[in-house]
């Protein structure tokens, strides 16, 4: 079986600044990628960037990047210049074998 | 191409109605998923399709719940005498390959169902 835990339900960011979500997970399985998701009020899931868990260099997509620490079972979420259309449902989840594993979500939201 | 899309977008049933509900993935892909997202809550997995094949359908809370997908492109998510406890966003999703858990899934809308 599969866990995966947000420990902050929401989150405040001035906007062009930065903050960072996290993330911890476990499992048993040897063979899984973890995978970072925006939901905005449109229900619509986004993918926002995936780790593959066997490769040590994080991912990074323009703003956005992780921080993978195998050993801990984190995996954090760092968006940089945040932006008003930034502001969302961010999920955290573990793939393993044919499913997802979600967290319980971090809202974001942006002042400007 | 077109994204995953999902219909109704928006359900009311009243409690013991049947329902179903329509996922058309992208075109070409192997793989469709279901999920159920309760409110203030990350989606939980339903049932998992391969082509025509329903390979894996754990997540699947009671034998009310039915899913198909019988020519391997459109699923439907079939729920019998509804419950309050099934008001949920039910989410689709596919992946272009074998489901592992390297292919990365792309959702839909989803579709909120509202049971009175």
């Known amino acids: 079986a599969q866990t995966v835990t947000q420990s902050q339900p929401e989150m405040s960011v001035q906007e062009a600044e930065t903050v960072t979500l996290s993330c911890t997970y476990d499992?048993?399985?040897?063979?899984?990628?973890l995978f970072w998701y925006k939901q905005p009020p449109s229900r619509q899931m986004i993918l926002v960037i995936r780790?593959?868990?066997?490769?040590?260099q994080n991912a990074t997509e323009n703003r956005f990047s992780v921080n993978f620490q195998k050993a801990a079972k984190s995996f954090s979420l760092k968006i940089s210049d945040s932006q008003l259309g930034d502001a969302a449902m961010y999920f955290c989840?573990?793939?393993?074998?044919?499913?997802?594993?979600f967290g319980g979500g971090t809202r974001l939201m942006v002042k400007p | 191409g077109a994204g995953v899309s999902q219909s109704p977008r928006y359900k009311v049933a009243k409690r013991g109605q049947d329902v179903a509900l329509r996922c058309d993935p992208i075109s070409g892909h192997v793989s469709l998923f279901w999920y159920q997202q309760a409110l203030g809550q990350g989606p939980e997995f339903l049932t998992y399709f391969q082509n025509e094949a329903q390979l894996d359908k754990s997540g699947l809370p009671s034998d009310r719940f039915f899913a198909e997908r019988p020519e391997g492109s459109v699923s439907t998510l079939k729920i019998q005498r509804t419950q309050q406890e099934d008001s949920a966003v039910y989410l689709c999703a596919s992946s272009l390959a074998t489901g592992r858990s390297t292919d990365t899934q792309y959702f839909g809308p989803g579709t909120r169902l509202t049971v009175l």
């Open positions: 989840a573990l793939g393993a074998g044919n499913m997802l594993t």
């Open positions: 780790q593959e868990a066997y490769k040590q």
């Open positions: 499992t048993s399985e040897s063979d899984y990628y």
